[in-house]
């Protein structure tokens, strides 16, 4: 992975000891990232804290089950005022059963308890955007070809 070239003009252009500093530093690609993924967040979470007025991102999981195993699920973080669902996955023998349904107004609820004005949501052209639609979201955005040719990358919104 390359530096930009506006970030090597920085570098260039930097004083002497923060040339030699950036002459040490080491930009590595990690494929299993949960060690940094963990250092990454933290940084990042304490950043944004400094930001949000002292609020911090708080996620949580919900699971659907049927006869004791799990057939669905979605995965959401507060963050501000806003509920994020970054993951929403049910079992193919299960959809159109009501079972996202029931994950999502879950998901809603727990927004509105947490004080969250809204929830945002991303999905791809072949996975569920008239679901989302369908329960009240608005496409605010869309990258066509995204991430293949042919297919779009939605966001959506909905406000509580």
Sequence with gaps: MSIPDRELRQIEQAPAEQRAMSDAVSVQIETTYGAAKKIIAAGLESFNREHMHGR??????????????????????????????????????????????????????????RGARGVLVDTFSFQAPAFYKMHGYFAYGQIEDCPEVGMTWFRFRKVL
């Design 56 to 113: 911090s991102p708080k996620a949580f999981a919900a699971t659907a089950n049927v006869d004791g195993a799990v057939r669905g699920g979605l995965m959401a973080e507060a963050i501000g005022e806003w509920m994020h669902i970054s993951l929403l996955w049910v079992d193919e023998q299960f959809r159109r059963s009501g079972l996202g349904t029931a994950l999502l107004k879950r998901a809603e609820t727990e927004a509105r308890s």
